[in-house]
């Protein structure tokens, strides 16, 4: 039986099945029942270890927010209180609870006991997940705050964000997350108190700016090491354009890198009010590049400006982009001060009294039909009563009386209109701003939006058809850049070591936020002591580089989305190394069921894809010449899709890219023999890691690269060490190697003591 694969071997059982179904005329109902229940124990059994492999299959590393809500003294309520009560109120809080964290957008992991475990970002990737889990906590705590009839009860809430295991577990295969950040998070719902909700540092540095947060004295918990430093979330920060101005706390820069593009946005503008005329101009960049920055600079140059503008600011983001006018919404909010929690009355009130303030004639006319198409609800009004089911009317009324206000403010003073990554907003607003960039009228409305790439994904050629259009597309920094900004953000450092800067500026190719972010993981991590005047860089605390979790936050919605075959693609890829080989990925099989892709021409299609979606690019001339050589777009990207690949099938895929390595190279072998023992010890094959490692050392030893010779012998040792293979020879020569290194390097102590071992 153990030949076949379980799906041939359920087919046959199930064909035994109704074959012995079929003889019961001819062998009696007992006969057949005893056989049937035989057949069926073991159609049963294989049916249960199919959904296993398949749980194992589908089962995938990510980075997911957790929260446990826990019932605050429930043990001690349900006490002397009937079973059957205790378990009504228990249903009560679950549908309620459910209800909270189903509007927040995810999915509800297990209940136990009277307490519950929920993900966000298990299902699908969004930026947002750790915002959402934090505003549904509130919501839950602002729905129990004054407990459940004339019960006292209270939640608290426990919250924690990081990488995951998401697998089935059990005979029953329940799917749910394991790991570290799991646990973590019961531990911080046990450590709170009633009424609070207490977050991790790695989901406070996901959500910082958008909620107040009181920062805890660092607390100790179980299985870890150090104490954990914690913030209980209060409330919401009302809500702004701009969610203060990404950096490093307590440090303000100059912008770095994009004075061309500075300068293009202030001669658009300068055009726009002297030729008077609707100008639009886009700037696209990837996430953290600075496109908000440029923004940020542009609104504080206007402030300085001779000439006074009329100033509306929106921003879109991914949680209301299947709003209608969402964006539109955020952009009148913005200006008249109305505020989610508002009434509709009071968003009513406030928009008529801000248009009338603004415009004379008319003000209560257009105060409906743009109140009406924002969703604020003026039904009673004269104007819009009689047309309110007419949704195309309404529409191309409304935005005829937004023309007309616009139109009717430029008498005074020109208009700019900021819009924030509008590659989320709604359909309807982005038809809004095309309807005033077409408009033909003498207007000098300056519209400045940003977007990332994926705009001409949803919108292809959105803006080509504006009369007056610029787009600009914001690439990376180059290296010169990126080193001037590390040294603006830490000059508080005396002597600043050049090396220290080249280090961060390499890491964060070109990306001003994924530099800032590590800038702050070496903050918490020590190696960047920060003081009142003066900072402190402590580098032999640096031993590597950790990739922060708001870098993976940004990449992984976007992993997320790709299809079963370019994510199995990408991911064997990244097993490989940020430079790889379709041939080599071609070759890389994990257990039958895993087998996404059948051959060659499979992983050409997706890896055609993969181009076009610029993750990788062709890299030329190829090492090899019967593989096409590809090199990942970002070295974080390759890093953070490596993290996803389960562990299992990390070892086997080493394994083979390593065996592909060998057979490609040949006689040149010599030439990867660093590159294939990394392989192999990544596969967990220590023996086949040291021999690659010895004969990299002594090849470095024939060339004279003797720190060279000096590095692999001594990591080799260290395979050695943590292994189960003690072989004294191979020990023996290493030490022997690594003793005529020092030699030859004239540490000649060192030298004598490797000898003597």
């Excluded at 003889?23 to 124990?41: F, N, Q």
């Excluded at 029953?172 to 046990?190: H, I, K, W, Y």
């Excluded at 039904?379 to 009689?386: D, L």
């Amino acid at each position: 039986m153990s030949a076949k694969p379980l799906p041939e071997h359920i087919a046959d059982l199930k064909k035994a099945i109704a074959a012995q179904e079929s003889m019961r005329s001819i062998l009696g109902d007992s006969v057949v029942e005893t056989t049937l229940a035989v057949l069926h124990d073991q159609l049963n059994e294989l049916e249960r270890q199919l959904r296993q492999q398949d749980a194992a299959n589908q089962a995938r590393r990510k980075l997911v927010t957790v929260l446990f809500a826990d019932v605050s003294g429930f043990t001690a309520f349900s006490e002397n209180r009937d079973a059957e009560d205790v378990a009504n109120l228990v249903n009560h809080l679950c549908i309620r609870a459910d209800r909270i964290i189903q509007e927040y957008g995810d999915r509800i992991d297990k209940y136990i006991g009277d307490a519950v475990m929920a993900l966000w970002g298990a299902e699908t990737g969004r930026e947002d997940v750790a915002e959402r889990a934090v505003r549904a906590a509130l919501k839950m705590q602002e729905t129990f705050t004054d407990g459940v009839g004339l019960l006292p009860i209270r939640l608290k809430v426990g919250i924690n964000s990081g990488p995951v295991l998401l697998s089935a577990i059990g005979t029953q295969g329940e799917f749910t997350a394991m790991g570290d950040t799991v646990n973590t998070a019961s531990r911080l719902v046990n450590s709170a108190q009633g009424g609070e909700i207490l977050i991790s540092h790695d989901t406070y540095q996901l959500v910082r700016g958008i909620f107040d947060v009181q920062k805890q004295t660092p607390i100790t918990v179980k299985g870890k090491a150090e104490p954990l430093q914690t913030y209980i979330v209060q409330r919401v920060r009302p809500r702004a354009f701009k969610i203060g101005r990404r950096g490093v706390e307590g440090v303000t820069t100059r912008m770095v890198g994009r004075e061309a593009e500075f300068q293009t946005i202030q001669a658009s503008l300068e055009r726009s009010v002297t030729d008077r005329r609707v100008t639009v101009v886009i700037v696209k960049g990837d996430a953290g590049l600075g496109k908000s920055r440029l923004i940020y600079e542009f609104e504080a140059w206007l402030d300085s400006h001779s000439t006074d503008f009329y100033l509306f600011k929106g921003r879109a983001d991914e949680e209301t982009m299947s709003l209608p006018y969402s964006l539109l919404r955020d952009l009148f909010s913005e200006r008249f001060q109305i505020r989610n929690s508002d009434s509709q009355a009071e968003a009513r009130e406030k928009l008529e009294k801000g248009i009338a303030g603004m415009i004379e004639e008319g003000s209560e006319e257009r105060a409906a039909f743009i109140g009406e198409l924002l969703g604020f609800d003026f039904s009673e009004s004269a104007y819009v009563r009689g047309i309110r089911n007419e949704a195309r009317q309404i529409r191309d009324r409304s935005f005829h009386h937004i023309a007309q206000f616009f139109a009717e403010l430029t008498l005074d003073s020109p208009i700019v209109l900021l819009l924030d990554d509008i590659h989320w907003a709604d359909n309807g607003s982005l038809a809004l701003v095309q309807h005033l960039a077409k408009l033909e009228s003498d207007l000098p409305v300056f519209i400045l939006c940003t977007a990332r790439p994926s705009l001409d994904e949803s919108h292809p050629n959105w803006g080509d058809s504006f009369p007056f259009c610029t787009v600009i597309t914001i690439g990376t920094l180059d290296f010169d850049a990126s080193r001037e900004l590390v040294s603006e953000i830490l000059r508080n450092v005396p002597d600043l070591p050049t090396e220290f800067v080249e280090t961060v500026a390499k890491n964060a190719e070109g990306n001003p936020f994924y530099l800032e972010e590590l800038i702050k993981v070496l903050i918490e991590d020590g190696v960047i002591v920060k003081g009142e005047d003066i900072w402190q860089i402590v580098p032999h605390r640096l031993t590597q580089l950790r990739v922060p979790a708001t870098r993976t936050g940004v990449l992984q919605p976007r992993l997320d989305r790709l299809p079963v075959k370019e994510n199995e693609v990408l991911e064997r890829a990244a097993v490989i190394g940020r430079t790889f080989w379709d041939a080599a990925v071609a070759v890389m099989r994990g257990s039958q069921a895993a087998q996404v892709l059948t051959g060659g021409e499979d992983v050409h299609t997706a890896l055609s894809a993969l181009r076009n979606k610029e993750l990788v690019f062709p890299h030329q001339p190829s090492t090899f010449a019967s593989a096409q050589e590809f090199i990942f777009k970002h070295a974080i990207l390759r890093e953070v899709t490596y993290e996803r690949v389960l562990k299992a099938k990390r070892k086997l895929y080493h394994r083979m890219a390593a065996d592909w390595l060998i057979q490609q190279s040949g006689e040149r072998v010599d030439e990867y023999l660093g590159l294939i023992a990394q392989h192999y010890e990544l596969a967990g094959e220590a023996g086949r890691a040291v021999a690659f490692l010895e004969r990299a050392a002594d090849q470095s030893m024939r060339l004279s690269a003797y720190r060279e010779a000096l590095s692999a012998s001594e990591r080799a040792l260290a395979i050695l060490a943590s292994s189960d293979d003690t072989d004294p020879a191979m020990r023996a020569r290493l030490l022997l190697t690594i003793g005529s290194a020092h030699l030859w390097l004239t540490d000649h102590a060192t030298a004598t003591a490797r000898f003597a071992e």
